[in-house]
């Protein structure tokens, strides 16, 4: 079997890694990759946004499955254009994909489905979304309708901040095109969870709920980042919840989807906020998380590509997928300075001795340079650890942590903690 990722993230290693464990040894490609998939896959120099380029090379190679990582290719429409020329993927098709492209698009899905999220309203002229902002108490969240790369969300603490965010986004062109609509939202109180559903238009599998670390500082201080850590199974996600996450949020999307002629099949990511209201959906990603995927698939027992292979073909069966019994925890080591800006080409020490440690180190930004792996982003490395339990995972990740080393790498310390007092 012949499978492409696309990407360069370590959502993407982990990705390549888990289908190099699989029993079938597929043979693996990743474009464009980075210093950590050319250990495991031959890295193909094409970008990941680069549709036209995907689908030259896959018309020549003609792999089994195309397995899409980020959502950029996704909204792009690289699902559809691979199919038409008889391509196998795992990953919506545009259409689909808009559940994350587009916020109004999604909100819309989920009121028709009945899916329990924060009240709303969707604007494309700043003088009514701010007459519109007596409808809301305060904080309020404004959000860019579009891709923005994750800064698109602002959660405004006074009336001026939301004045100030939809003035920039509707009349100051802040995310181009991506800012043209808004959606202005209630505030919700909890904590976050990120559930990730296998689907194949029609059946629905959830894998156990993974807890990001947004903020880049520890006790949740600082800006936000793409994400600091992650860790599952994440407590806060009960049996009930995931239960209700199934038959109350995944399946009925899925049905209103199908009655718009829509099929969703790969990935539904569901960042849920869990609190006083309930579970409530913050907002649906076509993909995989990152840094999520790093500790839920390494936690897949069973062999990856048959899953995903049945999520692309419709034939997705209960059971499928089996988990492993630990915890796991992963830790991202940054550049210095990120989230702002940052130096790239330094050079990167210990990665054996993490791995002799117990750890997996997936690559997030490296690249190779004359036999040495540096950095290349601003999220470098992800750090992940099994253990009996989350505190036993925390413990053998921080170990390796501490094997590795760059000029100004910096991390946070506390990771998974917010889950230890849930647990006995
Ligand atoms: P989103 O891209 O919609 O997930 O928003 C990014 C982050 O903003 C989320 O992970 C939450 O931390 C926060 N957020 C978004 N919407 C809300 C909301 N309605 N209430 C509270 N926090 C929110
Ligand atoms: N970890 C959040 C995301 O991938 O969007």
């Known amino acids: 079997m012949k499978v492409l990722v696309i990407g360069n993230g370590g959502r993407e290693h982990a990705i390549v890694w888990k289908l190099a464990h699989d029993s079938c040894a597929p043979e693996l490609f990743c474009a464009p990759g980075n210093a950590g998939t050319a250990a495991l896959a031959t890295n193909v120099p094409i970008g990941a946004e680069d549709v036209a380029g995907i689908v030259a090379w896959a018309r020549e190679a003609k792999p089994d499955l195309v397995v899409v990582g980020p959502e950029a290719p996704l909204c792009a429409g690289v699902t559809d254009a691979l199919e038409a020329e008889g391509i196998k993927v795992f990953g919506p098709c545009q259409a689909a994909a808009a559940l994350e492209g587009s916020k109004a698009f999604s909100k819309d899905v989920m009121e028709k489905a009945g899916v329990p999220t924060a009240r709303f309203r969707v604007y494309r002229s700043s003088a009514e979304a701010i007459a519109g902002l007596d409808a809301f ?114 399946l009925p999307v899925l049905r209103e989807l199908k009655r718009r002629g829509i099929t969703y099949k790969g990935v539904l990511f569901c960042g849920l906020m869990i609190g006083p209201k309930g579970v409530n959906v913050l907002e649906f990603n076509c993909r995989f998380g990152d840094p999520e995927t790093e500790v839920v698939l390494p936690s897949v027992a069973s062999d990856l590509l048959p899953v995903l292979l049945a999520c692309s073909e419709g034939r997705l069966e209960s059971g499928m997928v089996k988990m492993r019994p630990e915890a796991a925890v992963t830790v991202v080591m940054a550049a210095p300075g990120y989230p702002g800006s940052y130096p790239k080409g330094l050079a990167i020490s210990g990665l054996d001795a993490a791995e002799a440690a117990g750890c997996t180190v997936f690559h997030a930004g490296t690249a190779l340079r004359e036999g040495q792996v540096v950095t290349a982003g601003g999220r470098v490395l992800t750090v992940t650890a099994f253990g009996a339990d989350l505190r036993a995972a925390v413990a053998k990740a921080y170990e390796g942590v501490g094997q590795i080393a760059f000029e100004g790498a910096h991390y946070r310390r506390d990771i998974a903690a917010k889950a230890f007092k849930y647990l006995k």
């Not at 969300?153 to 009336?159: F, H, K, L, S, W």
């Open 137 to 250: 108490s305060l904080p309020v969240v404004v959000k860019a309708d579009g891709l923005a790369a994750g800064k698109g969300v602002v959660i405004a603490q006074t009336r001026e901040e939301a004045e100030t965010a939809l003035r920039e986004m509707l009349d100051g062109g802040r995310f181009g095109a991506a800012g043209a609509e808004v959606v202005v939202e209630e505030f919700l109180e909890g904590e976050e969870a990120s559930v990730f559903a296998l689907c194949d238009g029609e059946r629905v599998e959830l894998l156990p709920a993974a807890q990001d670390h947004k903020r880049v500082f520890d006790n949740d201080q600082g800006p936000n980042t793409g994400g600091m850590g992650a860790y599952t199974p994440a407590p806060i996600a009960t049996a009930e919840v995931m239960a209700f996450t199934k038959e109350q949020i995944v």
